[in-house]
């Protein structure tokens, strides 16, 4: 064993002359496994949140969006689709419309984001999981259907029970018409309620869903759509996939993945993440502190043991390397214990969810999603805090002891 880490270790675990440095450096070792732990919570709680909404935003968002950049809508279906399964691991196709128009029931107007999906859209998405009420259902007999969000259903009073009461959607015709009528400038479309979904207000508000055959016929463009959704088979391919992608369909096309689709969603996420560490991390820093008193007390104490190793033959950097030790030391112990703590509240939550929410939230109880990139970052940065703050009173107060004695 190193001779300096085993009298650092000594010098650790052994009782001072003085108590006063014990509690000192118990107190260090204590703040930075509090505040590691905090880190470690902390961070996985915002992974586990920023996973529960690409989770709900997977609903209704798909693994990638392909959009014309040229055109509002595009038909070369079939060209295209033989591009994309010449593409190892593309799971799902699905072909959609998305335009926004008039809805109306009864003397209740509002205007709405329409939505026209095929029957491939619930494969890749999974949005009838969160149809609340009625159920996913676009066509029978002959009858369109639409699934509501519950933002719009609420603001109409649409009745998912009820299939007397028509709702009417209007969309404007493509190209110029002239008529004393102003409907006549209008395509209409009556579709009965089959659901309604709730999601979060940014899409409650906004979305209704019906057959892509009912959006080509509202909004007058048989045989076109306007974007095309997939799914993939491994998530971790999402980039790689991507870019193939690109390459393939050529610039005339854009192509966009589930993050890209959200990106100030997903980016403030990540920046608050960022802004709470580095909060965390200042306070980490300010509880160091006790590293500095701690250390600066030690080489007080040992200054016998300083005049002794010296007059052995020990030269400054081997007895500044003992007291280096010592303070990381301190800081690994410290870390360690806070990591190991917070590694066992994530995992207690995670299996017995301890902090719930009440019936009302979209989620039961707190998500935690522990990544071991995350405790790679905070043993780095507890390490390196704890270095430096080492590094002061050891240089310091050991050149100082060596001064004297060579006087």
């Known amino acids: 064993m190193n001779l300096s880490f085993f ?56 693994d990638l969006k392909i959009t014309s950049i040229h055109s509002k809508y595009f038909n070369d279906q079939d060209s295209l689709t033989s591009k994309l399964k010449s593409i190892p691991g593309i799971k799902h196709i699905s072909y959609s419309i998305e335009e926004n128009a008039l809805m109306k029931l009864d003397d209740k107007q509002a ?78 479309l009556s579709i009965s309620p089959a659901g309604i979904f709730s999601l979060n207000d940014d899409f ?25 959704e997939l799914s993939i088979t491994d998530k971790h391919q999402f980039k790689a996939i991507q870019e193939e992608l690109q390459n393939k369909l050529g610039s005339n096309y854009l192509v966009k993945n589930r993050f890209q689709l959200n990106d100030v969603l997903f980016k403030t996420l990540e920046t608050e993440k960022l802004w709470t560490f580095l909060i965390l991390a200042f306070i980490l820093i300010i ?77 039961a109880y707190y998500p935690i999603q522990m990544k071991l990139q995350d405790f790679i970052w905070i043993l780095s940065i507890v390490m390196c805090i704890g270095f430096i703050a080492a590094l002061y009173p050891v240089r310091v107060f050991t050149k100082n002891d060596l001064v004297h004695l060579q006087d």
């Not at 409650?204 to 095309?228: E, G, N, T």
């Not at 033959?313 to 390397?321: C, T």
């Not at 917070?342 to 017995?352: A, D, K, N």
């Open 287 to 363: 509880a160091t502190f006790n590293i500095i008193g701690a250390l600066t007390m030690l080489i007080i104490e040992k200054k016998k043991d300083i005049k002794t190793l010296y007059h052995l033959g020990a030269d400054q950097k081997f007895i500044r390397n003992i007291f280096m030790k010592e303070g990381l030391l301190i800081t690994s112990v410290g870390a360690l214990i806070g990591l190991f703590i917070g590694l066992v509240i994530c995992l207690l939550q995670q299996h017995f969810h301890l902090i719930t929410f009440d019936d009302q939230s979209v989620i």
């Open 111 to 188: 205007i709405v984001t329409i939505k026209g999906v095929d029957e491939e859209f619930k494969k890749l998405t999974q949005f009838d999981t969160v149809v609340v009420e009625g159920k996913y259902q676009f066509l029978n007999n002959h009858q369109f259907f639409g699934v509501f969000g519950r933002g719009i259903a609420s603001r109409l009073d649409i009745n998912v029970h009820d299939f007397i009461s028509p709702i009417s959607i209007y969309a404007p015709i493509r190209g110029k018409t002239e008529s004393i009528n102003p409907e006549d400038a209008f395509n209409k």
């Open 204 to 228: 409650d508000f906004k979305y209704v869903l019906i057959d892509l055959k009912a959006a080509q016929q509202l909004f007058d463009c048989p045989k076109s759509y306007s974007m095309i």
């Open 7 to 62: 009298i650092a270790k000594r010098y650790l675990i052994s009782k001072k002359s003085n108590n006063a440095i014990n509690i000192i450096s118990w107190i260090s070792i204590i703040a930075i496994a509090l505040t590691t732990a905090a880190l470690v919570i902390v961070l996985s709680a915002m992974n586990g949140l920023t996973s529960v909404v690409a989770d709900l935003y997977h609903a209704i968002e798909p």
